[in-house]
């Protein structure tokens, strides 16, 4: 249980860091680093930006699984850990465009880089520290705990933001208030960095060193003989991601630009939906040790569809109560889509290219999902000044991700497994879900 706290703790720093961010862009790097566009270009330039973050994340993936297969989870952790806040701090330090002109934009979009290299490395190692020290029928709960990092860190950049605002006025907090929240990610990383020196490495890692030795290269292993469940990981994450991201970065610009509400009060409402979404996460990971995780993120994946569908014709109605229930609501189906995938990801590749299978396909569905929907969603008001494309692009998303759950049986799985060791431990594996599906 303590490695599980502690990926908890790591992860919500390290996902803080990378909400900031997101916040960031939708209420003031558009005037400050882009000052010559207009509103509404200067937002989509400045969700550019932040969608580059998510270019990064596969290969931060590719790069940290690959040390992680070869020499250990735990040195990967640290190692995302420091990159994040470095990259973080950075910003916050950083002068903007009327200070050095095009440079800001420049370096601007080469700290989010780091940052997406970062991110790339750290989800694949959280969660497999969690789920490899579990005991087997408790896999996808320990599991759930770098899960909850993500609305965890969420809630905590709103906090941050919404202290700020608070209290300094709109003049200073487009001058130096907004950095405050960044420059607080030194003291976060140095906790996260001391509670992840304390935790011991996987056992299951451990194991397979000593037993049958490491892949040489361990994408190359997985690519060659787990394509199908990279594909098949990517796309059940594409939905919730997508969705996600429109939840925690887009949304909160929408409702200033095409809604006029106060910011502060939608702060608070996605606030208040990411602790929903807390709540959900390790309940819908129970559920899935409980009933088999295909089952519980089918029904997760139809409710998430559900809710992506009728987000933004609620928030269009202006009521803030009619809001604050969409996003509870929608809340709620993240949560029940989001716990179980982390046990289903560790499940679906062997030990020795767990942590390249897995961060693999998580990061490609991070590009195509999240990279892409608060660009995808401001290019899509721009043209049509209208919600109503944002929503019919969400719903797709999710019902992409809806029929990769769908997809995901054992024997397809089982047949794109060569023979020799590897097979061995994912058959053993797949017997666990057979049973877990039966139950």
């Known amino acids: 249980m303590k490695v599980a706290i502690a990926s908890l703790i790591g992860t919500a720093i390290e996902w803080y860091d990378y909400f900031v961010y997101g916040l960031a862009a939708a209420m003031v790097f558009g005037p400050l680093f882009f000052p010559a566009f207009s509103s509404v270009t200067g937002t989509l330039a400045a969700f550019a930006t932040f969608s580059v973050g998510f270019i990064a994340r596969p290969l931060g993936g590719i790069v940290m699984g690959h040390f992680g297969d070869r020499i250990g989870r735990k040195s990967m952790l640290v190692t995302s850990l420091l990159m994040m806040g470095i990259a973080t701090v950075g910003v916050g330090l950083l002068p903007t465009y009327e200070a050095i002109g095009a440079w800001a934009p420049v370096l601007l979009v080469t700290l989010r880089l780091i940052q997406g290299l970062g991110v790339g490395g750290e989800w694949g190692g959280a969660v497999l520290m969690a789920v490899e020290h579990a005991p087997p029928n408790r896999k996808g709960f320990y599991g759930s705990f770098a899960q909850m990092g993500v609305p965890a860190g969420l809630i905590l950049a709103n906090v941050a933001f919404l202290g700020v605002t608070a209290g300094v006025s709109d003049s200073a907090f487009l001058t130096w208030g907004w950095r405050v929240p ?5 003291v976060l990383v140095v906790v996260g960095v001391v509670i992840r020196f304390t935790i011991t490495e996987s056992p299951d890692f451990e194991r397979e060193k000593e037993s049958s030795g490491t892949e040489r290269l361990p994408i190359v292993a997985v690519l060659r003989h787990n394509a199908g469940a990279v594909a098949l990981g990517a796309g059940a994450f594409i939905g919730i991601n997508a969705v996600g991201y429109i939840y925690m970065a887009y949304l909160l610009a929408y409702s200033d630009e095409a809604l006029n509400l106060d910011r502060s009060l939608v702060l608070t409402f996605i ?13 819908a990971s129970v559920m899935s040790d409980r009933y088999g995780r295909r089952k519980v993120l089918l029904y997760g994946s139809i409710g998430l569809t559900a809710a992506a569908a009728a987000l933004f014709p609620l928030v269009d109605t202006g009521s803030s109560v009619v809001i604050l229930i969409a996003l509870l609501v929608t809340g709620v189906a993240m949560g029940t889509v989001y716990g179980p995938l982390a046990a289903l990801y560790t499940e679906l590749f062997p030990v020795r290219v ?11 569905g991070a590009l195509l999902g999240g990279g892409l929907a608060p660009t995808v969603a401001s ?3 721009a043209s049509w000044r209208s919600s109503l494309p944002i929503t019919v692009y969400l719903t797709a998303t999710t019902l992409v991700s809806l029929g990769c759950v769908a997809a995901v049986r054992h024997r397809h799985i089982r047949n794109s497994m060569p023979e020799g060791p590897l097979s061995t431990d994912h058959e053993a594996r797949e017997g666990d879900l057979t049973r877990q599906e039966g139950r």
């Not at 960044?182 to 030194?186: E, G, R, V, Y």
């Not at 208040?272 to 309940?283: D, E, F, H, I, R």
């Not at 897995?358 to 990061?363: E, F, G, R, W």
Request: proline fraction near 3%.
């Open 182 to 186: 960044f420059l607080f990610s030194a």
């Open 271 to 283: 606030l208040l939906g990411s602790c929903a979404w807390l709540v959900t996460v390790p309940t």
């Open 354 to 364: 767990r942590y390249s299978g897995a961060s693999l396909a998580y990061q490609i």
């Open 379 to 381: 290019s899509l008001y």
